[in-house]
């Protein structure tokens, strides 16, 4: 396999700029998504894109230059569209869609995979979207196969392009599948033999094995890897390195290390409360890679500060 492309999805909750920060320090990535920026009753000035998005400052890209994707999440086609543009004054150099948001909060308030049952809404969205955004600014979108079902699946897909999107990113499951495997990415394959868009394959995506028989069903060059990311950080470079001949598959950094590096990267945005708390949230993903990390887990979701926390790790 050659010229492959490897995204990190958004992941609410964890995958803000910190994370994004330090995943792009160790590498192996092309670019990042954005935790999703909703739009609900007004357009999101572009004050607080610079906020939400930090990396809008500087190009749309973290400080190791890994493309950061800003992505909206919203059923307004008009107050979509015009916080797409101002999302691009804001910095922003490419635009993504969330379609895919399985969440009850999300789906309740109108958002996300509830989409996926009015083809017609997708289309105005992107449409909306399109036209306003500059023409030079990539527009894409994710979806998952469908609802409550797929019978909708290549209605949707015909809408979004139609559109105007240049690339989809499917996750290969419904919403009522949650993340139950496998992702079917035969349903993939299909879509990628009817569409001109780039098409993008998710889900259970975790490895160099998984990522060539993901390619060998779907044909698709662009991958997209979420949780796999969180449970090892260093998933990009293995995959890199087994792909091609010659590479180190030598992990750069010991994973005592990682966690004071991320430690320091959220110093300068959340209190000591917030960053243990994060620190204990990235340890329930670790340990399922990471048995050092399952072993010591009970101990350090127990600790009450930092300090303890790091103590325990390092004993």
């Keep these: 396999m050659q010229n492959i492309t490897l995204a990190v999805a958004p992941m609410e909750g964890i995958?803000?700029?910190?994370?994004?920060?330090?995943?792009?320090?160790?590498?192996?990535?092309?670019?990042?998504?954005?935790?999703?920026?909703?739009?609900?009753?007004?357009?999101?000035?572009?004050?607080?894109?610079?906020?939400l998005v930090p990396e809008s400052a500087n190009q749309g890209q973290t400080s190791n230059h890994h493309a950061v994707h800003l992505q909206l999440l919203g059923s307004a086609p008009e107050l979509m569209a015009i916080s797409a543009n101002n999302a691009v004054k804001a910095g922003a150099t490419h635009i993504d869609i969330n379609f895919g948001c399985p969440t009850k909060r999300v789906n309740g308030h109108g958002g996300g995979?509830?989409?996926?049952?009015?083809?017609e809404l997708l289309y105005g969205i992107v449409n909306a979207m399109r036209t306003t955004l500059p023409d030079h600014i990539p527009l894409s979108a994710k979806i998952r196969?469908?609802?409550e079902d797929e019978n909708l699946l290549f209605e949707n897909v015909a809408a979004i392009e139609s559109a105007g999107?240049?690339?989809?990113?499917?996750?290969?499951?419904?919403?009522?599948d949650g993340y139950k495997p496998p992702a079917r990415w035969e349903k993939i394959?299909?879509?990628?033999?009817i569409s001109k868009m780039t098409i993008v394959a998710n889900g259970d995506i975790k490895d160099a094995n998984s990522l060539r028989l993901c390619h060998e069903i779907t044909g698709c060059n662009e991958f997209m890897i979420g949780r796999a990311a969180l449970q090892n950080p260093?998933?990009?470079?293995?995959?890199?390195?087994?792909?091609q001949e010659g590479m180190s598959e030598e992990r750069p950094i010991a994973l005592a290390d990682l966690l004071t590096n991320y430690h320091q990267q959220l110093h300068s945005s959340y209190d000591d409360f917030a960053k243990l708390g994060r620190l204990k949230q990235w340890c329930g993903h670790l340990r399922r890679h990471f048995p050092a990390i399952e072993k010591?887990?009970?101990?350090l979701r127990s600790c009450k500060t930092t300090e303890d926390f790091f103590t325990a790790l390092r004993a």
């Design 15 to 51: 995958m803000e700029h910190t994370m994004r920060s330090l995943l792009s320090d160790i590498g192996g990535m092309d670019y990042f998504v954005a935790e999703f920026v909703r739009v609900t009753q007004y357009p999101i000035p572009t004050k607080s894109f610079q906020r």
């Design 113 to 119: 995979s509830v989409l996926l049952q009015q083809p």
């Design 145 to 147: 196969l469908g609802y």
């Design 165 to 176: 999107a240049d690339k989809l990113v499917v996750h290969g499951r419904t919403k009522k």
């Design 189 to 193: 394959a299909k879509i990628r033999e």
């Design 234 to 243: 260093f998933v990009f470079q293995e995959i890199r390195a087994s792909l």
């Design 296 to 299: 010591q887990l009970k101990e």
